[in-house]
């Protein structure tokens, strides 16, 4: 039997769920499909590029969704995404004021050494999509994970966990750096909005962890 595992995005869905949509969670985890992982791949790689110029300049990332737009080849699947990009990206363009990169410079979430934390036996897979660095200093202060199904929203308080695990994340992989949970931030693409980690979290990371310990056992039932 695998271990269990879930999606930090997931799991934040999971911590706000009605009982029937934590089921279904945990049975698309188990059997995850390729296609979904592969969604948004264009407005992800477009919206780090742009970030990671501190997002002083848009005429590049709105060159990209211009393109995106009219660009033509590939199967549905491949065109229907490349419209749904465009469009996130437009999404996060409206979002991003709320974003602030002052004294930071941003490297891309793929140059992190690790991609999981596990809590209560279920491996949460991270994937920050940008690190923040202080740009004096070089230490790690915090991230930018990115949220882009229109079908599946975060919710403010689902976000507020999401952010939560990426700061404890952070904290627990950049021993020699400062976090700021101001800086730890979650951008619900479909819906533009910005939330960072609470600074208090120690009640939100015990519901984590009871969260964990639920698809832990949910996942052993379902063989």
Known sequence: MSKPRISV?????????????????IEDQQQPKTFIAARYSDARKEIVEYLSTGMNDESKILSATAELRISNGGSEFVEQDR???????EDFLEASGDLDLEGLFVESGESTSSNNMEVAGVDISMRP???????????????VKLHFPKTSPLTPQAAEYVATAM???????????????????????????VVIAPKSFKRKMHDIEAACEEIDARWKNKG
């Open 83 to 89: 419209q749904a990009s465009a469009s996130a990206i």
């Open 167 to 193: 700061r404890v994340y952070l904290e627990s992989t950049e021993k020699n750096s400062a976090i700021d949970h101001s800086k730890c931030y979650v951008v619900d693409v479909p819906t533009q909005r």
């Open 9 to 25: 995005n997931k799991l934040g869905e999971y911590l706000t769920a009605t009982p029937s949509r934590r089921k279904r969670i």
């Open 129 to 143: 999509d940008a690190v923040l660095k202080d740009q004096e200093s070089g230490q790690v202060v915090g991230c």
